[in-house]
């Protein structure tokens, strides 16, 4: 059964605007989607050249280029990359307050979602850094663990 709502001219400007930012964010996606796409022809096509050469194959390697922020990581990858760009030690609460400036929609004044995403967040950095992948932890001063990159403490 078809049900029929009448708006009024606000409800309409309001779910035009909704529709042009969601067409917004679908042509910035897009756009991002485009480069990633030329991005992997750009390997593709020496691997494919490469078939049947003589000559064994080199790739250039982009450890130079700037990795930027991506909502896609895994929480693991959004903490390393933070940790990355301020370069020191942050608790589980900072790092999710900086993923929060990145990702608003995330917590959208919802504390309990903040809190269920911090927690899940101090899990997964937790099992990494008690299992010695990728971070470490160390107590601060009010006693409250601090995560690293284990890339930043010496070789024992």
């Known amino acids: 059964m078809k049900r029929q709502i009448t708006l009024d001219d606000s409800q309409i400007r309001e779910l035009i605007e909704f ?25 593709l096509t020496p691997l494919e050249d490469s078939i049947d050469d003589s000559e064994p194959l080199k790739l250039q390697t982009f450890e130079d280029e700037e990795i930027t922020y991506n909502p896609n990581f895994s929480k693991a990858k959004k903490a390393a990359w933070i940790l990355n760009e301020v370069g020191h030690e942050l608790t589980v609460n900072v790092i999710a307050e900086v993923i929060g400036d990145f990702e608003p929609h995330l917590f ?41 990159l284990l890339e930043w403490r010496e070789p024992n």
């Open 19 to 43: 529709y042009e930012n969601k067409k917004e964010a679908l042509m910035k996606k897009m756009v991002e989607l485009n480069k990633q796409i030329k991005d992997v022809d750009a390997l």
């Open 108 to 148: 959208l004044n919802d504390e309990e979602a903040k809190r269920e995403y911090i927690t899940q967040l101090s899990s997964t950095l937790g099992t990494k850094a008690k299992n010695h992948k990728q971070f470490y932890r160390i107590k601060n001063e009010e006693n409250i663990y601090e995560y690293g």
